[in-house]
């Protein structure tokens, strides 16, 4: 592993546990050179998943693409960042173990949805607004309404 401040190719492992989400392992490392401390996490090596985006190109799904929104919709809020990172490991895990090696951006966006509902609904709206497009003032007021029910 390549040490962030100076860029050494050797550092030893000081800790090694699993993570949160128990789908990868931790390790915190230490720079033989510098003595910088950074973690560093293993994953197994899977098959990338393809998005389909509205126009049809196609991407490989991106955690941190996923993340920014989640962040956008929640600034301001009292929301950890490890139910953040919780809820896309639910979305990336679901489809994973349903095969889908191909997904519309509208279906991750959907599942975002039908989680984030759970964990704020103020984010929830926050995330609907963009995600769903809201052209106007009574757009929102409809979803508003939907989520009181």
């Known amino acids: ?10 550092s030893k492992v000081v800790d090694s546990r699993p993570s949160e989400s128990t789908d990868a ?26 998005v389909i985006k509205k126009d049809g190109r196609k991407e490989t799904f991106d955690r941190q693409k996923v993340m920014r929104g989640l962040v ?12 953040l990172n919780a809820l896309i490991d639910s979305i990336e895990s679901e489809l994973r173990d349903g095969g ?11 599942m975002v949805l039908q989680r984030l ?23 929102f007021n409809e979803e508003l309404r939907s989520l009181s029910i």
Request: one cysteine or more; a positive charge.
């Open 1 to 10: 592993m390549r040490c962030p401040k100076c860029g050494c190719d050797e």
């Open 25 to 50: 392992i931790r390790r915190r490392r230490e720079c033989v050179k510098c003595g910088t401390r950074f973690t560093t996490y293993e994953r197994r090596e899977e098959m990338p998943i393809l």
């Open 72 to 83: 956008a919709a929640t600034v301001k809020r009292d929301i950890p960042i490890g139910s």
């Open 100 to 110: 889908h090696m191909e997904v519309l951006s509208q279906e991750i966006g959907r």
């Open 117 to 139: 509902v759970d964990v704020d609904k103020v984010a929830y709206v926050r995330f609907a607004s963009v995600y769903r497009d809201f052209k106007d003032v009574d757009e």
